[in-house]
């Protein structure tokens, strides 16, 4: 079992910078691949950030490539999501996700644990 508590949301305008973090506990939680996903209003949840358990790999989508980084430290079980450069259409929900496998990173329905979720807004 793994817990995850997010933290770090909240309101910015276009351009800032956010810093999600994500605490996990539990007895698998230091071995577990984690990632980040966000869901819009009214759209399906989708893959943002993902690094690997030894936090040696590291992959993100397209939209967000370039101005977002996933980091963790494995010795206080958290990971972190460095968002900068900000627009409006990275308004979501962000969530923690662990265990899952790591080619199927990008598959919310392969995730096995979800935090709450953070509510990051971007105004123009």
């Known amino acids: 079992q793994v817990q995850l508590i997010e933290s770090g949301g909240g309101l910015v305008q276009a351009g800032a910078s956010l810093r999600l973090s994500c605490a996990a506990s539990?007895?698998?939680?230091?071995?577990?691949?984690m990632a980040w996903f966000r869901q819009a209003l009214g759209k399906e949840r989708e893959f943002v950030a993902a690094?690997?358990?030894?936090?040696?790999?590291?992959d993100y989508a397209d939209s967000v490539q370039g101005r977002f980084t996933i980091s963790r430290d494995s010795a206080k079980n958290t990971a972190s999501l460095q968002m900068n450069s900000l627009k409006p259409e990275d308004t979501a929900v962000y969530y923690c996700?662990?265990?899952?496998?790591?080619?199927?990173?990008?598959?919310?329905?392969?995730?096995?644990?979800w935090g709450q979720g953070t509510q990051v807004t971007v105004s123009p």
């Open positions: 996700a662990a265990e899952f496998l790591w080619r199927e990173r990008g598959v919310a329905g392969q995730v096995k644990y």
């Open positions: 539990g007895r698998t939680a230091s071995s577990a691949h």
């Open positions: 690094i690997s358990w030894s936090g040696g790999t590291t």
